[in-house]
């Protein structure tokens, strides 16, 4: 049976309006292990099959509104940026991994401090070995991004901020 990622993406989403603090799926093809509460985890079974393992924990975001002092995972404008309460988040449409370049020997699609317009490629979240490109769907200044490169993410994560008054 093929694995249909749109199925996937509708299973989190309504996972995540649940209590649920676990659940494993398992088929010949791939394993899917979702945890509430711990640290997400890529497992890698080391071979060249097609089955894949993926841990994944929500993160509440509010631990997310500001990177910790001695915080690498992040890149942050100037601690007096002004008036960041108007700042639109960019999320993560899918879980994945989070990537600021096409490759890794090639410039990162934006940086802290660009003018991004609607349309245009901000990062690519793999998933299950499709790369997707997300695009920017308002303009403005990015301010800050909060994962880092090669970093699993979850659906609804905050990737980046911007500011749409730049």
């Known amino acids: 049976m093929p694995v249909d990622f749109n199925e996937i993406r509708e299973l989190l989403a309504a996972i995540a309006q649940t209590d649920i603090a676990e659940l494993t799926l398992k088929s010949e093809e791939f394993e899917l292990t979702l945890r509430r509460g711990v640290p997400a985890l890529p497992t890698t079974?080391?071979?060249?099959?097609?089955s894949a393992g993926l841990a994944v924990a929500p993160v509440p975001s509010s631990s997310l509104k500001s990177p910790a002092p001695n915080s690498t995972a992040s890149e942050t404008a100037s601690p007096s940026t002004p008036d960041s309460s108007k700042w639109v988040e960019i999320t993560s449409p899918m879980v994945g991994?989070?990537?600021?370049?096409?490759?890794?020997?090639?410039?990162?699609?934006?940086?802290?401090?660009?003018?991004?317009?609607?349309?245009?490629?901000?990062?690519?979240?793999?998933?299950?070995?499709?790369?997707?490109?997300?695009?920017?769907?308002i303009s403005g200044q990015v301010m800050e991004?909060?994962?880092?490169?090669?970093?699993?993410?979850?659906?609804?994560?905050?990737?980046?901020?911007?500011?749409?008054e730049s």
Do not use: H
């Open 97 to 137: 991994t989070f990537y600021r370049a096409p490759g890794p020997d090639e410039p990162p699609f934006v940086e802290v401090g660009q003018t991004i317009r609607p349309g245009e490629t901000v990062c690519i979240i793999e998933a299950m070995k499709l790369m997707n490109e997300i695009e920017a769907e």
């Open 145 to 164: 991004i909060v994962v880092k490169n090669g970093e699993p993410v979850e659906y609804g994560q905050t990737l980046m901020r911007i500011d749409p």
């Open 45 to 50: 079974n080391g071979g060249a099959d097609s």
